[in-house]
């Protein structure tokens, strides 16, 4: 049964949601930023181009079965959507800011009345609501970090990353309302009938999550050292060991290690007297 996925059109998830379906081993036609569709030249897949913003609207009603979004969007629309995985970019949280020069250091100290821009108001009221305060809520569709300044609203409630944009507007961080990241997520009226055809492709971008950060390495190894070896080098289930044609005192070895361990087990593996080391990328793992 084919399957229809939302991917965002533009802004920061897009590039790296394609190249994530990419790497999954979806073959997209033309996909780019003007197309509104693209056929999946070897799967029974359509992916639509459509706003961040819309696609959990879209995927709730069951009008596309599955969707690529920020988490804190799925949260703002309060739709009921199925989350089908976490994907590891767009890494963000949903924070209260303040101007430096207002004083107020927690959400205790924020004075009722006080006027909150965001764009994201069912999160802010639900938040201040359970911090006992009586804010005003001003619905902004962005630049909320500018209203301050603007004397439209006294704080702000906004994604933030690194954040630089509220150091630059002279804005403090006093409370953390969600973090989010990119998710894939799936429609539950077209679950029950397509739930093979969305495990599938929940799966082989699982794979390539999985991948991220994993190196495979291959050496040379002394056979007396294996033991040592395997001890620092414990791969997945153990590394795969080789014998090579005519030698007895040398195997190969194979084995998946984290690419923040490469440095440390090199150098060991060199002392140990190991030749022929080769480190590659993994695209997938499919476990
Ligand atoms: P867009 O408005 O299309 O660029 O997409 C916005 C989505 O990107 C947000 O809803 C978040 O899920 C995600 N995102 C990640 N980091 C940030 C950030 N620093 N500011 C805004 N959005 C971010």
Not at 8 to 33: D, F, S, V
Not at 59 to 78: N, P, Q, R
Request: hydrophobic residues 45%; contains cysteine; negative net charge.
């Amino acid at each position: 049964m084919s399957l229809k996925l939302a991917v965002p059109n533009k802004g920061r998830l897009n590039e790296r949601t394609l190249e994530l379906l990419r790497q999954a081993g979806l073959e997209i036609e033309n996909g780019g930023e003007r197309k509104l569709y693209a056929h999946v030249k070897n799967g029974d897949i359509s992916v639509m181009f459509l706003r961040a913003q819309d696609i959990v609207r879209f995927v709730h009603k069951g009008a596309v079965d599955m969707g690529v979004t920020g988490w804190d969007l799925v949260l703002e629309s309060e739709l009921d959507v199925k989350k089908m995985l976490d994907l590891n970019y767009g890494r963000c949280r949903l924070s209260v800011a303040v101007p430096e020069s207002m004083g107020v250091c927690g959400t205790d100290d924020v004075p009722n009345g006080a006027i909150v821009a965001t764009s994201f108001p069912n999160m802010a009221r639900k938040f201040f609501e359970e911090h006992g305060k009586e804010v005003e809520i001003a619905t902004v569709s962005g630049a909320a970090e500018v209203t301050p300044h603007l004397g439209v609203a006294n704080l702000i409630v906004d994604l933030v990353s690194s954040g630089s944009t509220l150091k630059t507007n002279n804005l403090r961080e006093i409370a953390v309302i969600a973090e989010s990241q990119a998710v894939l997520i799936a429609s539950k009226k077209s679950f029950a009938s397509k739930e093979r055809e969305m495990t599938d492709l929940a799966s082989a971008i699982q794979s390539v999550i999985a991948a991220e950060g994993k190196r495979y390495l291959m050496a040379d190894v002394p056979t007396d050292a294996l033991d040592e070896i395997r001890a620092f080098l414990p791969g997945v289930a153990g590394p795969t060991v080789m014998n090579i044609v005519g030698r007895e005192d040398i195997v190969a070895i194979h084995v998946v290690v984290d690419k923040s361990c490469i440095y440390d087990s090199v150098n060991r593996l060199k002392r140990l007297g190991a030749t022929g080391i080769l480190i590659v990328p993994i695209d997938r793992m499919v476990p």
